[in-house]
């Protein structure tokens, strides 16, 4: 299938603030994106790790397996479960997401994938946190066409993944440094100290 083919039916949206509560791998029937709003840790995905944090962006295609290590606490995630066609539109609901080995192989969802879209993809990208919030939104408040406007967000929010160069870059960072702060504006403990080693740096250089 090309990526222009691609018509994505989200399954199930949500911000999650206690999903890593384990470390055992888990495999996921449908596409699933794991989008960090708030925190950092270890995705481990078909025996690769990624170092994630706050703007951390994950795809992952159906049947990845997958596991959750040193996930910091009160870090909170949203989760998508979709699917790339809507062949399956009669599964409107979670499939689950079972530990691997425990899974039923016959309910993975099963169907050409775009090329661009057969591994698993982790990179920085604000622009699609901020679609995974709103497509949350959607399903939080169920108003009518909430399925087709999350459908149609989630297009643009995958193509833009795509297309985007990982912020990983110093205006990424400097980026990344602001919305921590943003989040952590009450803490007592906010200050360049703290700033500096929640993203591995000297204090010197957040200066600088």
């Not at 999903?19 to 888990?26: G, L, P, V, W």
């Not at 643009?156 to 990983?168: G, K, N, R, S, Y």
């Amino acid at each position: 299938m090309k990526l222009i083919n691609i018509n994505p039916f989200v399954r199930f949206a949500r911000l999650h603030k206690s999903i890593c509560t384990d470390t055992k791998k888990r495999l996921c029937y449908d596409c699933r994106l794991f989008l960090i709003k708030k925190g950092k840790g270890v995705i481990k995905a078909q025996k690769e790790s990624y170092q994630v944090s706050a703007g951390s962006v994950v795809f992952l295609p159906p049947a990845t397996v997958y596991s959750f290590d040193e996930i910091e606490k009160n870090t909170e995630i949203y989760v998508l479960n979709f699917d790339l066609v809507d062949k399956y539109t009669n599964f409107k609901h979670s499939l689950g997401t079972p530990y691997f080995g425990e899974h039923n192989e016959s309910k993975i969802l099963s169907y050409p994938m775009p090329k661009e879209f057969e591994n698993p993809i982790v990179k920085k990208c604000t622009k699609t946190l901020k679609s995974a919030e709103k497509i949350c939104e959607y399903f939080l408040v169920q108003k009518p066409y909430y399925r087709e406007l999350s459908s149609a967000v989630l297009k643009e929010a995958l193509i833009t993944f795509l297309q985007h160069e990982d912020e990983q870059s110093s205006y990424g960072v400097v980026n990344e440094v602001l919305s921590y702060i943003y989040q952590n504006f009450d803490s007592a403990e906010l200050n360049n100290t703290t700033i500096a080693e929640h993203f591995g740096y000297h204090p010197y250089y957040l200066i600088s």
